[in-house]
């Protein structure tokens, strides 16, 4: 007896999937709705059914491998979201394409009248420019730290501030742009914008994305406080790997967090659907050993017990893991969330840096929308960031990490 489960946007087509493979003789074991149906995106049912292994047709081995790629990506879906409920967006009304539409006139203007339309047009754009100017200045900084700021630079100061950048780095940049921008760019707000944009990108340190290619193999250890999602960002960069590459790799993982039992149940779940070897280690004298035992994956990844940044004898003792024999060097990566602040932010790195830190990750950027933390503590540490987790989805909501991405939630969401 095996079960066998079948997925459709409807319990109804789910049930006609049943039917027609395995025809009206067969158990169901069960049946729930995985994902609900939104105004943007369809439900999806699931149910689960009981069949003899006579039954099973077989398939040719192309089409078992990717029916079996589905199907991981859909267990993986459906047990991220049994951790944490996930909500949809509302739609967003465009009111710019409406009010197209409703602008469009059959009998084109006199000559004369839209030309007059037109300068009022721009008159009304420089004054809602101005006022945008005005509005930004009023704060208390500028007299305070002797910043002598042009008002046409007062909306991309209040911006980068409001994001949570450090003043320090705030003000030393904005000293470059007064200096350096082009007197002619300087009388439109998106082309500051744009100036301000290209010359912050050029401080955003990323880690570019490289594929393994054998005889390489890569080992990487994340590290980091408790509750920043260390577990599940693991299991997204598993799937990834193991499934989402051009290529599809081998993917062994070890888990250190022997003190969350939870967590070790979690990994082995997500490591139990990928078909994906996994070891457990309490001390450092098995860590070797386990190493070894998975030294024909492509990539090891080693999930870490969290801590706070000042419990010195935890972060000690994962740094005594790193003194065993390798056949590969192995990463650190730091995984912080998105919803800490600079100055605490710079705290943990101050203290996980015992370890040699090799690159960020950033967790929980879809629960906030100002990174400008994110961004000082780059420039501060000149360390690269390599991945953004964006969500709970599972393995979906990572992304390599990018600066345009980084900057759109400092000079806002809308700018491109």
């Known amino acids: 007896m095996k079960l066998k489960t079948f997925t459709a946007p409807t319990y109804t087509e789910a049930l006609n999937k049943v039917k027609e493979e395995l025809g009206d003789d067969v158990v169901i074991v069960s049946s729930k709705e995985i994902k609900k149906k939104t105004l943007t995106s369809q439900g999806l049912y699931e149910i689960v059914v009981a069949i003899e292994e006579e039954n099973i047709k077989p398939r040719k081995s192309v089409t078992s491998d990717e029916d079996h790629v589905k199907e991981v990506m859909l267990k993986l879906s459906s047990a991220a979201k049994e951790i944490s409920s996930l909500s949809n967006d509302e739609p967003s009304f465009n009111y710019n394409s409406v009010q197209k539409q409703t602008n469009v006139n059959n009998n084109p203007l006199e000559p004369q009248k839209s030309e007059d339309i037109i300068a009022l047009k721009n008159q009304i754009s420089q004054i809602a420019d101005t006022l945008k100017f005005l509005q930004?200045?009023?704060?208390?900084?500028?007299?305070?730290?002797?910043?002598?700021?042009?008002?046409?630079?007062?909306?991309?100061?209040?911006?980068?501030?409001?994001?949570?950048?450090?003043?320090?780095?705030?003000?030393?940049?904005?000293?470059?742009?007064?200096?350096?921008?082009?007197?002619?760019?300087?009388?439109?707000?998106?082309?500051?914008?744009?100036?301000?944009?290209?010359?912050?990108?050029?401080?955003?340190?990323?880690?570019?994305?490289?594929?393994?290619?054998?005889?390489?193999?890569?080992?990487?250890?994340?590290?980091?406080?408790?509750?920043?999602?260390?577990t599940t960002t693991i299991a997204k960069l598993a799937a990834r790997y193991a499934y989402k590459l051009s290529q599809r790799h081998k993917v062994g993982i070890i888990t250190l967090d022997t003190y969350r039992i939870g967590a070790v149940e979690q990994l082995m779940t997500y490591a139990k659907m990928m078909r994906l070897p996994i070891e457990t280690v309490v001390d450092p004298s098995d860590f070797e050993d386990a190493l070894n035992s998975l030294r024909h994956n492509d990539y090891i990844l080693i999930d870490t017990v969290g801590s706070s940044q000042?419990?010195?004898?935890?972060?000690?003792?994962?740094?005594?893991?790193?003194?065993?024999?390798?056949?590969?060097?192995?990463?650190?990566?730091?995984?912080?969330?998105?919803?800490?602040?600079?100055?605490?932010?710079?705290?943990?790195?101050?203290?996980?840096?015992?370890?040699?830190?090799?690159?960020?990750?950033?967790?929980?950027?879809?629960?906030?929308?100002?990174?400008?933390?994110?961004?000082?503590?780059?420039?501060?540490?000149?360390?690269?960031?390599?991945?953004?987790?964006?969500?709970?989805?599972?393995?979906?909501?990572?992304?390599?990490?990018?600066?345009?991405?980084?900057?759109?939630?400092?000079?806002n969401k809308e700018f491109n």
């Open 136 to 230: 930004a200045t009023v704060w208390d900084m500028v007299n305070k730290n002797e910043l002598e700021l042009p008002p046409e630079f007062s909306e991309i100061y209040a911006l980068s501030r409001a994001s949570g950048m450090s003043e320090k780095h705030l003000d030393e940049i904005m000293k470059l742009t007064i200096k350096y921008m082009p007197l002619k760019m300087r009388k439109n707000r998106e082309t500051i914008k744009r100036y301000f944009h290209t010359l912050l990108k050029k401080m955003v340190p990323v880690r570019v994305e490289r594929e393994v290619r054998p005889p390489h193999k890569k080992i990487m250890m994340f590290v980091g406080p408790t509750g920043v999602g260390k």
């Open 310 to 411: 000042h419990d010195k004898e935890k972060i000690e003792k994962l740094k005594s893991f790193l003194k065993v024999d390798t056949f590969a060097e192995i990463n650190i990566n730091l995984v912080l969330s998105a919803v800490t602040k600079y100055e605490d932010l710079v705290d943990i790195y101050k203290n996980f840096s015992i370890l040699p830190i090799d690159t960020f990750v950033f967790t929980k950027l879809d629960e906030t929308k100002t990174y400008g933390n994110i961004f000082s503590l780059l420039l501060d540490t000149k360390k690269p960031v390599s991945y953004f987790s964006i969500g709970q989805e599972v393995p979906d909501d990572l992304m390599e990490a990018g600066a345009d991405y980084l900057l759109k939630g400092i000079l």
